[in-house]
T-cell receptor
């Protein structure tokens, strides 16, 4: 089966750096998505990692290690508006439904 | 235009009502999706349309009926729902059908309450 794990909740201080981890066990793994979702709103795309390594986009970076089944999302210079849920989703070649979401990490940024 | 538009944003309905959720995208995407999301849970896939044909139905009860009138529109018809069906219903689209890159663009969702 497919299993995606991430912490349920995290709290961090404005201006700080926070790392949100995601581990996965899937068959036919192709890549890993990160989405941001504010309460009551739609998820918005942040990143998609296919190859091992770190990809940086402004304040947000995403890392993937395929051999370890591990990814993280790194948020720098935290702002209050970064308070949201962060969903990791594994994209696989297995079956008809190819995208498996984790339960999401609710990040709270405090002053 | 990089938006997926959903209407209505909020819907309250009784268990005997019939209503429809609507979704529209003009990005030329070939696949459209319906997801259901309960509070503090990840989105759960309900249906996928590829090239206007239903390609995935994740064992969804028949009180939910999808329809894809054309490549830009996706509807979800609701009838005789139960209170446990109350959730955020998300429409999404992707350039490629499942098996492609599948970067999803989500609409803002319809918050549904069944009384």
């Amino acid at each position: 089966g497919q299993n995606i794990d991430q912490p349920t909740e995290m709290t961090a201080t404005e201006g700080a750096i926070v790392q949100i981890n995601c581990t996965y066990q899937t068959s036919g793994f192709n890549g890993l998505f990160w989405y941001q979702q504010h309460a009551g709103e739609a998820p918005t795309f942040l990143s998609y990692n296919v190859l091992d390594g770190l990809e940086e986009k402004g304040r947000f970076s995403s890392f993937l290690s395929r051999s370890k089944g591990y990814s993280y999302l790194l948020l720098k210079e935290l702002q209050m508006k970064d308070s949201a849920s962060y969903l990791c989703a594994a994209y696989t070649a297995a079956g008809a439904n190819n995208l498996f979401f984790g339960t999401g990490t609710r990040l709270t940024v405090i002053p | 235009d990089t938006e997926v538009t959903q209407t209505p944003k909020h819907l309250v309905m009784g268990m005997t009502n019939k209503k429809s959720l609507k979704c529209e995208q003009h990005m030329g995407h070939r696949a459209m999706y319906w997801y259901k999301q309960k509070a503090k849970k990840p989105p759960e896939l309900m249906f996928v349309y590829s090239y206007e044909k239903l390609s995935i139905n994740e064992s969804v009860p028949s009180r939910f009926s999808p329809e894809c009138p054309n490549s830009s529109l996706l509807n979800l018809h609701l009838h005789a729902l139960q209170p446990e069906d109350s959730a955020l219903y998300l429409c999404a689209s992707s350039q490629d059908p499942p098996g492609g890159s599948e970067k999803l663009f989500f609409g803002s969702g319809t918050q549904l309450s069944v009384l």
